[in-house]
């Protein structure tokens, strides 16, 4: 009995949790098989950089290529990306160097907040505030000024309906800062204090201290703040889905409508009716998995040598 | 001092003060669109919020009134039973990697973990439809649950290692030394002395899934009725919040904007409760 309680309790317990474990792991295999055998149909038909490559998106005809998605994917991340890096590492090192320990706390707490607010309620408003406010404010006028000065812009731009590209990469970018903001705080907090303390002593100012002692040594954490804040800004759905107009018609432009690998399956799945474009939809998936993939391992990479940098310089 | 050196320091100085000036703004412009959206869900939200809003289900466009009693209800059992599924996996794999360091798969358990935590929150949805949907033969509010389990067994197996590992090594050497087996310290030393911790993650998690709508889309799929029987297409908040967004009709506009206001007051709620539930116990 003692022997049950002891010996074989533990090995039940690790079995349990094993088992248990096995199960999570089973859970991301199953995700990218189950992703793969969905859409293989369309996969196989089309081969899959055929299938990537190709610009027709046509569910009625049977033609299936994922291009404008995977473009427009890329365009409105890596321009959200571009947009909130300066904010994000302005807030940062706002946080981690110039508040008080108040301010900092309200500032901490607001970008848990900012990454906490569904992303359909970022949504909302863009459809009923930012999409009309660029519309009116900033679309319309650069149209009949471009439209009077300069009409070889015009292609570029775009029909001004608000609900494009523009919108999407705007509302995006304010989403993801809270990645690359707590990333790049922590990273400026973990350089070593005699860093700073040196370049303090040779007389540096406040400002030269970060850009010759802190900032240098937290580059890959900011860096891998990015990536995290690109894997977010790549698989976000629905703010992107209310917003950026939902058109795969080449080639975008700046103020006209466009798509994204989640939006389309947010918006097709539940009409696909046949199999083929049901099968599509799950390529675009896998499709999908395999970017965040790339990406979030990018961003644990980058992350892991930034750890081993720091440590080295103590 | 020399004149020269004067005016490079002056230089400094202006630049110090520059970047300074940059640093505030680019923080204030980081917030700009959060506080936007907040007083535009404040202003807008309560306007349409009264008690029929919890009291009654959704009304067809152009009858007035109603509610989004039907959202409500749905998002707590859905979110609910995904936290049912997550949990025991969640904690496991947590407590795994954290009280079983040298476990032969822990490596590739945290790598597996890891990737999932960093998928689309839409994936989780697809994986639902093609494990869940298609099985059974139609949207269901489980099949919405499993996909917000899903997508909440990763948070919690992070969530956990990360406060057992909090937890001071001379806790179990106590219990070890006393004779107890190593799962009786895990699960009566280890566990109640996280316990705060495990119950902010949990929380955390429930909110999280609380708001998504992508991974439902097809899963749950929503439903105008209020729905208790999780076979069924049911409705939550997200979603309905969503399609009230994308029609054209005014009364559910405003609808939708209340719903946003509930739901980033639930959301809140939780936040709130969890940070609570972190000092309190």
């Keep these: ?314 | 001092m020399n004149r020269e050196e004067g005016i490079v320091l002056k230089r400094r100085y202006r630049v110090e003060r520059l970047m300074k000036a940059l640093v505030a703004f680019g923080t204030l412009l980081a917030f700009l669109v959060l506080l936007l959206v907040l007083v535009y869900a404040l202003v807008q939200g309560v306007g349409a919020l009264n008690p029929d809003f919890f009291l009654q289900d959704m009304r067809p466009p152009g009858e007035r009134g109603g509610g989004l009693r039907q959202a409500i209800v749905g998002t707590l059992i859905v979110d609910s039973l995904g936290l049912l599924i997550a949990l025991p996996f969640g904690l496991a794999a947590g407590i795994l990697l954290a009280e079983y360091p040298d476990h032969p798969i822990n490596p590739y358990l945290r790598l597996l973990s890891d990737t999932l935590n960093g998928m689309p929150a839409i994936l989780f949805g697809l994986l639902a439809f093609v494990l869940v949907v298609k099985p059974m033969g139609g949207f269901s509010g489980l099949s919405g649950a499993f996909a917000l389990g899903f997508l909440m067994i990763p948070i919690l197996a992070r969530s956990t290692e990360g406060v057992l590992s909090l937890v001071p090594k001379e806790i179990r050497e106590a219990g070890l030394a006393l004779g107890l087996p190593r799962w009786r310290v895990i699960l009566s030393l280890v566990l109640p002395a996280a316990r705060s911790g495990l119950i902010t993650g949990t929380l955390l998690a429930f909110a999280r899934a609380a708001g998504e709508a992508a991974p439902l889309l097809f899963t749950a799929f929503g439903n105008p009725f209020l729905e208790l029987n999780p076979f069924k297409p049911m409705d939550t908040l997200p979603l309905r919040l969503f399609n009230f967004a994308i029609s054209p009709y005014e009364d559910w506009h405003r609808q939708a904007w209340a719903a946003g206001l509930v739901l980033f007051a639930l959301i809140a709620l939780t936040s709130l409760l969890a940070r609570w539930a972190s000092r309190r116990f």
């Excluded at chain 1, 199960?23 to 899959?48: D, K, T």
């Excluded at chain 1, 300066?86 to 900092?104: G, H, R």
């Excluded at chain 1, 070889?152 to 304010?174: E, K, N, Q, R």
Aim: aromatic content about 12%.
């Design chain 1, 1 to 314: 009995m003692r022997w049950l309680y002891t010996h074989f309790g533990d090995r039940i317990f690790a079995f349990i949790l094993l088992l248990l474990a096995t199960g999570v792991m089973a859970l991301a295999l199953l995700m990218a098989y189950e992703l793969y055998r969905g859409g293989s149909p369309v996969l196989h038909g089309f081969g899959l950089l055929g299938f990537a490559l190709d610009t027709q998106w046509d569910p009625v005809r049977g033609k299936f290529g994922a291009w404008p998605y995977i473009l427009g994917t890329l365009i409105v991340s890596l321009s959200a990306l571009f947009l909130s890096f300066f904010p994000a590492l302005a807030t940062a090192i706002f946080v981690a160097e110039y508040a008080p320990k108040w301010l900092a706390q309200i500032i901490n707490f607001l970008l848990d907040l900012m990454a906490a607010v569904p992303s359909v309620v970022y949504g909302l408003w863009g459809i009923f505030v930012l999409a009309p406010w660029l519309r009116d404010k900033v679309q319309l006028p650069l149209y009949f000024w471009a439209s009077e000065h300069a009409p070889a812009l015009l292609p570029l731009l775009g029909v001004p309906t608000g609900y494009g590209l523009m919108s999407a990469i705007l509302i995006l970018a304010s989403m993801v800062v809270p990645y690359t903001a707590a990333l790049a705080r922590d990273a400026i907090a973990l350089v070593p204090k005699e860093h700073r303390e040196a370049a303090y002593a040779l007389g540096a100012t406040h400002w030269e201290v970060l850009r010759l002692a802190i900032l240098p040594l937290a580059r890959g954490g900011i860096l891998a703040g990015a990536f995290l804040a690109l894997g977010r800004a790549v698989g976000e759905t629905m703010a992107v889905t209310m917003v950026i107009g939902n058109s795969h018609k080449l080639p975008y432009t700046i103020f006209g409508g466009a798509a994204t690998m989640p939006s389309v399956i947010a918006n097709e799945f539940t009409e696909a009716v046949e199999d083929l474009h049901l099968s599509a939809l799950i390529a675009v998936g896998f499709l999908l998995f395999l970017v965040a993939m790339l990406v979030n391992f990018t961003a644990a990479y980058v992350l892991r040598r930034q750890e081993r940098l720091v440590k080295g310089a103590l």
